[in-house]
């Protein structure tokens, strides 16, 4: 059900990363690279503190609800309640949570998927959320097979990841992810360029992008409407196939 919130195969969601040295300036950076995104046809931006604080999310989520027109999702990076807190309070459709299943020890994660387990019985919000997410540890002491298996009954959709930001999401760990997971939305979440649109989104439902629609091609580069541009089109070729 997740992916009927989009009218098209093959969603594209943009990260809005709020870098700046301002407040104002974060803000300013925030609409501006949103609506690239919106001009160029991605279905619909994660508004996430990756250079700025949770202050920055719920300054950027109240500005866009205000404007309009766009499909938000929002990761406030560890913090389960304030990514969903927000995403109600504005109207964003979905939160990411970076790891659902497989980061903490089996005593850990006892607390941890009974709050999972209250927010989703809650309900009014869809949670897309990462197993062997880049940058998390396996603590679980279970093969990945167990961790999919019980991430995919707290969230509504399955993000794989490489090993880091802007690096490649190994196309066979995709596989790997899908014979598990089967028909649930599998969302590729890092690494993805306009070369590898159709060998990745060809086997997953979506793509979450950041880096490669920087002028860098790095996370620290500004958003460049080119880059979108093109990484888009490569999505409109592929979704023209199907």
């Known amino acids: 059900m997740f992916l009927d919130l989009f009218p098209v195969k093959k969603p594209v969601f943009a990260m809005l990363h709020f870098k700046g040295d301002s407040r104002k300036d974060k803000l300013e950076r925030c609409l501006r690279e949103a609506e690239i995104y919106r001009e160029n046809g991605v279905d619909a931006m994660i508004v996430e503190d990756y250079f700025g604080d949770s202050d920055d999310v719920r300054a950027g989520l109240e500005l866009l609800s205000q404007r309009g027109g766009f499909t938000l999702g929002v990761n406030v990076l560890d913090n389960w309640e304030l990514s969903w807190k927000y995403a109600k309070e504005y109207g964003a459709k979905f939160i990411q949570v970076d790891s659902v299943a497989g980061h903490l020890t089996p005593e850990d994660d006892i607390p941890y998927g ?54 490649d999401s190994p196309t ?41 629609f920087k002028d860098t091609r790095k996370d620290t580069g500004d958003v460049c409407a080119a880059h979108v541009k093109e990484f888009m089109d490569k999505v409109f070729e592929l979704r023209a196939t199907l």
């Open 114 to 167: 009974e709050m999972i387990d209250r927010y989703m019985k809650e309900g009014g919000m869809y949670v897309i959320g990462g197993v062997r997410f880049k940058y998390k540890p396996v603590c679980s002491g279970n093969d990945v097979e167990t961790d999919l298996r019980i991430g995919m009954k707290r969230c509504h959709a399955i993000a794989v990841t490489g090993e880091g930001t802007g690096i």
């Open 172 to 212: 066979q760990k995709i596989i790997d992810f899908r014979k598990t997971v089967g028909d649930f939305p599998l969302v590729v979440a890092a690494g993805m360029t306009p070369d590898t649109v159709f060998e990745k989104l060809s086997l997953a439902d979506a793509a979450i992008v950041g880096s490669t």
